[in-house]
């Protein structure tokens, strides 16, 4: 499902326009990511999941086309733990 269709579905469902909608969506995403952005970083959304800033550390890796080693550096990535309602439905 792309972005413009959960628009239109969050349109549809909640009888707004698709730009009230599309601006909602993306008042959500911003939101989300700048709680993620914070030190220790949690978004929780009871019965669908949390999100969840992780620090991935430096390793090493080995580039495939050559099978060299390489060094990959440290960085922060996201995890989503899905919650209760959600692994129901699905």
């Known amino acids: 499902m792309t972005?413009?269709?959960v628009v239109e579905q969050m349109a549809k469902?909640?009888?707004i326009s698709k730009a009230a909608a599309g601006?909602?969506?993306n008042s959500f995403?911003?939101?989300v990511t700048k709680a993620l952005k914070k030190k220790e970083a949690?978004?929780?959304?009871?019965g669908f999941g949390t999100f969840q800033k992780?620090?991935?550390k430096a390793r090493k890796g080995?580039?495939?086309q050559t099978g060299e080693p390489i060094k990959i550096k440290a960085s922060n990535s996201?995890?989503?733990k899905a919650g209760k309602g959600l692994k129901e439905a699905i």
């Open 23 to 25: 601006a909602a969506l």
């Open 29 to 31: 995403t911003a939101t």
């Open 42 to 46: 949690r978004v929780t959304l009871v």
């Open 13 to 15: 469902d909640a009888g």
């Open 3 to 5: 972005k413009a269709e």
């Open 78 to 80: 996201v995890k989503f």
């Open 54 to 56: 992780i620090r991935r």
């Open 62 to 64: 080995r580039n495939p």
